[in-house]
Structures are given as C-alpha cells and as structure tokens.
C-alpha cells in the first residue's frame, strides 16, 4: 500500500496539478483570499463565533424565525465582505480594502436592523417607517454585491433580473405584465416579510443546511476522507477496472458527507483520477468517471444536498422521508456506473490493482472503521423520527467523542476550532445563494409570474405528461448551466412542480425529485459543467471531452426520474413491498440494459441488433405494467443466450486454433 502512495505521488507531482488553482478557476466559491497573521485570527474567530451561535441555538432553542435568519444572514455578510474580493485584481491583497471594510459595515447593518426592530414592526401591525425603508433597501443591495462576489454573475444576474421585471413588469403588455407595485412596496415584500429574502430557503440555511455542513466539516477533521479512500481500496481495488470502481465507492461514501460535486471532484479525484490514469484508463474517461460519480453525492443519502433539506420544507415532510426516497435513485445512479465502468474495462482488457498495492479490509476497519459510527447514529436518529437539528447536533457531538477511540483520529482541540471555522466557510456560498434567490422567490409570488409560465408550460407540454416532464428536464439543465443546484431547484420547483401535481396528478414528492434530480445532473452537462471542468482539471483532459463522456456514463441517471414518476414506489411510496421489490428489480434490469446499450458490450462487442434490443429492453423496463415487465426480460433474456453462446463459440474457435469469423 505505501508504495501505491509512493508511486501515486510521483504521478501527481508529474502531473503537477494545483487543485487550489483549479478550483479558484472553475468554482467562483474557491476565489478567496487566505490571510496571514492578525486577519486570520479575525476570520477565525468570527467563523468560529457563527458556528457556536448556530450550534447553541440549535441545542437549546431556536430565536424567532425573522431574528435566527437576520442573525445568520449578519455572519455571512461580513464574511464574504471580508473573504471575497471585489475582484481579481484585488484578491491577492493581504489585507482588506476600504472598499472591503465599506461593504462590512454596510452589510452587516441591515440584518442586524432587523434583528433588533422586528418585534417593533409585528406590534406595529407591520407598518414600516422611513428608515426602514432605506435600511431594507441597503440590505438589498448589499446582498447582490455579496452574491456577485461569492456566486458569481448567473444566479445574481437570475435575481436581478427578477427584481427588474417586480419594478417595471407593469410596462410589459399581454399575459407577461403585471399591476404596479411601488419601491416601497417591493423593498417590504423582500425584507420584512418571509415572503422574500428570508422566505424558507434562509430559514433552512440558517437550521439545518449549516449544522449537516458542519457535521461534514467535523467528520474530515477526524481523518474520515483517508479512511473512505482506503476502505474503497480494499473493496474494489483488485476488480476488473478497480481504480475507477475506487473512484465510484469513494465518491459515493464522500458525498453523503459533503454533498458538493465540485468539492468532492478536486479532493478525491485528486487521489482517485492519477490512480485511474496509471493503470489504463484514458484521461477523458478518467475524468469523467470522478465527476459522475462526485455528482451523485448530492442525491446520495443520508446528507444529500442542500436542497433536499428546503424540499422537506416546500413538502412539510420529514427529512427522513426525502431521504428515504432518495435510496433507490441513489443505488440505480451508482450501480448505473458501476456496470459502465465494468464493462469499460472489460472491453480494453484493464485489470484491477496487487494483492500488494491494496490495503487489507480487516486492517483498515479495525484501525479506522470507528468513523463511520456517527453516520450510523445520525441515520438512525433521522429515521427515528427526531427533527434534523437534533440528530445533525447529536451527530456533532458524537464525532468528536468517537474520534477519541483511536489516537491517529483524535480531532483534538486544535481540530476542532479549524472544523468550526471550516464549518462556517463551507456555509457561505449556500447561505447567500438561498438568500439572494429569495427574491426571486419574492417577485414570483408578487407578481404570480409562477401562474403565468405555468399555464406555459401547460399550454407546451398540453395533455402529454411525458412531454410536460421533457420541458421540466429541459428547464433544469439550462438553469443549472449558470445556478447553483440549491437555487435552480428552488425556482424551478416554485414554478414547474405545481403543474406535475396538479395536472398530472404526480405524487409531490416525486415531482420535486424530478426537479432535484436534472439540477444535480447540471453539474455534468455541457457548456457549463463544473464538476466534470474540475475533474478535466486533474485530468489534463479536455473539459469538453470529460463533460461528454460524463453524459454518456450518466445517461441511465438522466433516464431515473422518469422511472420514479411512471413508478412512485420506486420511492418507497406504499405498503406493497413486493410491488416496490418487483419495480426495483426490473429497473435494475433496465439500468443494466441501458448501459449495456451505451458501451456496446456485454460478453463481447454487441452488434446492430443486440444493441437496439437492449434500449427496447430499457424503455419497456421502464413502462410500468406487467406486460412491458414481461416484454422487456424476454428481450434482455434473448440477447443474454445470445451473447453467452456467440462467446462460447467464439472461445471454442480460438481454443481450436480457429480465427473467429
């Protein structure tokens, strides 16, 4: 094993990849300053300040909803103000500007207003005074600029525009216009009330979304990504194509923590995508493997992404219901790659890792295997029934305590604060996404813009529910080429998840995981792909070239939705746990179809007709239905027999002497 490590860096460092570089050029997130000396004692101690505030406030009471969101969305100002540059030519300053500072002190103001003044204002009946209205106007403002430096143009420009269409859509003729609404009006609408800024999407920040990231945060302190690498070593490390069966494994297990594609793509494909190019693999494909497979940690329970915490609360479901119906989706996206990469290797005859290069099992459970029990207790909680601040709080605790059992994974004190401080940075970029899409959340519900291009999209799709949910596909993907998952899932489900379930009669839950799902997947699809643009990164591959053939492994998880909507027990919905274990079965088999199909190979290269009677058997797997069922394992059956006896011949011909024909 050491000299797998060994060899493995003096491939990196031939590589001589920057992942800091590569991200601060692919993910606006990672574009900020890192200070020396008394600026970063400052940074620490206010991330560590928000993380304490979060986490005692989460342990013995939550303060009004206006006041616990006013209070977050104050820490999260100042620290982007104070962490992210106004622009590149300033990022390399060791100190803040006046510009900087400005901003700090403009930004912090307005929540902190609020906090103070909301009891005055709910008295008052919500009657607001001049001050008010300036003071919610700079908060406005300021939270665009926050926006811009830590997300970047798209979503801010997403939101701006919204805002210009609540402030002069009166002028736009037809179904589109809207009545007037005064600046007063608007500034109200979007910071005094949960209608707006601090609508659900903060609220949720300010809860649960904060503590899962710490809990994340917590978890890497303790050495926890050294042992999902190496557990995934042992597994899968001596199978055909193994190194990117590792990858697949390691990401799977990284994102439950995480729930970042982009994160999970530079930190483990930095070990996973070199490892992957040493024994074989093709760098395009070695790439796109690690961008897969980091994808799916935003729908791999138990902590999915950020948005699967405000889809519980669009549905007023318990999270443990979102995540339960997120296992069977998860399970077909990884096993989806999982058989691609197989038969991959298969094709172009790559071998797995030594015995010698791969750790023991035993060995690394027993030295390491105590990390996972916080996992363990935390899905436990969850699906107990307790509330998520609860278990993500008790999750906190118990990894740090549980950290202690061996030496070589003690946080420590000293781990700890930098958990607590990285806790607090991981929560920026999320905190002011679900901020600033407020107002657009805002101007849809002053506006009923949500109204109007729902009846478009009604009026596109018609009575075609398949068509309806092409449009939605369609809409998701486009979104999440410049918006972030969380927020692309938030406006697309304000506005398309309705129609699914009003007219079409789709169970909400299944609705709002179709939306979930295609903003995932953006982070795959081209022109804009971060995720598969950061593993290229490490791979000294072509972006495009990896965000294609990202597509092309993932193309069964483009199909999955479908297969929950026309099959909602596929979610866990219902009783009947043989029809859920039937539905599951041949989605399986159709996974494996479909994959079969993409790769042109199953014991052997498929030919034409092989080939077109495995998407068949895909679709008709899909179609839920007892014939289509049938239909569909008769089909994969036949090409099966055939496959098996054209490799025996073909076999029986070489072992003979005999080029095949």
């Known amino acids: 094993m050491q000299e797998t490590k060994k060899e493995l860096q003096t491939t990196t460092e031939h590589d001589s990849v920057d992942i800091d570089k590569l991200l601060e050029k692919v993910d606006h997130e990672s574009r900020f300053r890192k200070y020396v000396g008394p600026m970063a004692v400052v940074i620490t101690v206010i991330a560590i300040a928000m993380s304490v505030f979060q986490l005692y406030t989460a342990g013995f009471g939550l303060l009004e909803s206006m006041k616990q969101r006013s209070a977050h969305l104050f820490f999260l100002t100042v620290l982007v103000f104070l ?40 008295l008052g009946g919500g009657l607001l005074d001049d001050i008010d209205y300036i003071v919610g106007g700079i908060g406005i403002v300021v939270l665009f600029e926050a926006a811009r430096r830590v997300l970047g143009a798209g979503l801010t420009t997403i939101a701006f525009a919204f805002l210009l269409y609540s402030l002069f859509g009166h002028y736009i003729p037809g179904t589109f216009g809207h009545r007037e609404f005064s600046l007063e009006r608007i500034i109200e609408h979007m910071y005094f009330t949960p209608e707006g800024i601090f609508g659900i999407p903060l609220g949720v920040s300010s809860t649960y979304i904060f503590l899962f990231i710490l809990f994340g945060a917590v978890l890497s302190g303790t050495k926890m990504t050294q042992f999902i690498n190496d557990f995934a070593l042992s597994l899968a490390g001596r199978t055909p194509g193994g190194p990117a069966k590792v990858a697949v494994i390691a990401s799977g297990f990284m994102g439950m923590i995480t729930g970042s594609s982009v994160a999970n793509a530079a930190s483990i494909g930095s070990f996973t995508i070199p490892l992957m190019k040493k024994y074989g693999y093709r760098p395009h494909f070695a790439g796109a493997v690690e961008a897969v497979a980091s994808t799916g940690g935003q729908i791999m329970p138990p902590i999915m992404g ?36 197989h038969l991959e290797a298969k094709k172009n005859g790559l071998k797995g890792l030594s015995e010698a290069e791969v750790p023991n099992l035993k060995n690394v459970v027993n030295e390491s295997g105590h990390l996972i029990i916080p996992v363990v207790i935390l899905v436990w909680l969850l699906v107990s029934g307790v509330t998520p601040l609860y278990a993500a709080v008790w999750g906190i605790v118990s990894a740090v305590v549980i950290s ?36 657009v959340i805002g101007s849809i519900s002053l506006s009923s813009l949500g109204l109007i291009v729902g009846n478009s999209i009604i009026e596109l799709g018609g009575s075609s529910l398949f068509l309806t949910m092409f449009l939605t596909m369609i809409t998701c993907l486009v979104m999440g080429m410049g918006v972030p998952t969380t927020p692309m899932y938030i406006i697309v489900a304000t506005v398309a998840a309705p129609i699914l379930t009003s007219n079409f009669h789709v169970l909400p ?23 598969a643009f950061t593993a290229a990164g490490i791979a000294r591959a072509k972006p495009f070239n990896v965000a294609v053939t990202a597509c092309r492994l993932a193309l069964a998880g483009f199909v999955i939705p479908y297969f929950y909507v026309y099959s909602p027990v596929l979610l866990l919905e219902g009783n009947n746990y043989v029809e859920i274990a039937w539905a599951t079965l041949t989605a399986t088999l159709g996974i494996i179809s479909l994959s079969i199909a993409v790769q042109n190979w199953m014991y052997h290269k498929t030919n034409i007709i092989q080939r077109v009677a495995m998407v068949a058997a895909a679709v008709l797997l ?8 049938i239909a569909g394992l008769v089909l994969f059956g036949l090409v099966l027999v055939w496959q098996k006896m054209s490799a025996k011949s073909q076999h029986n011909t070489i072992e003979a002497g005999k080029l095949p024909i």
Not at 104 to 109: D, K, S, T
Not at 308 to 327: D, G, K, Q
Not at 407 to 414: E, L, R
Not at 622 to 629: A, S
Request: proline share 6%.
């Open 83 to 122: 962490l992210y540059p106004s622009s590149r030519k300033t990022s390399k300053r060791k100190l803040p500007t006046l510009l900087d500072f400005f901003f700090v002190v403009l930004g912090a103001i307005p929540p902190l207003y609020l906090f103070f003044r909301i009891d005055q204002i709910n």
């Open 404 to 439: 202690f059992f061996r030496k070589h994974t003690a946080i420590g004190f000293k781990g700890l604060l930098q958990a607590l401080e990285a806790g607090a940075r991981g929560a920026l970029a999320v905190g002011i996404a679900c901020a600033i899409v407020g107002i």
């Open 306 to 341: 950020a948005a699967a915490f405000i889809m519980a609360e669009f549905l007023s479901i318990p999270y443990s219901r979102v995540m339960m119906a997120a296992i069977i989706p998860a399970f077909f996206y990884y096993l989806a790659c999982w058989v691609i990469i």
């Open 622 to 629: 899909i179609i839920p239905g007892l014939k289509t069922d």
């Open 509 to 531: 839950i299944a609705a709002h995981m179709f939306v979930f799902y295609y903003g995932a997947l953006a982070e795959i699809t081209p022109p804009v792909a971060l995720a």
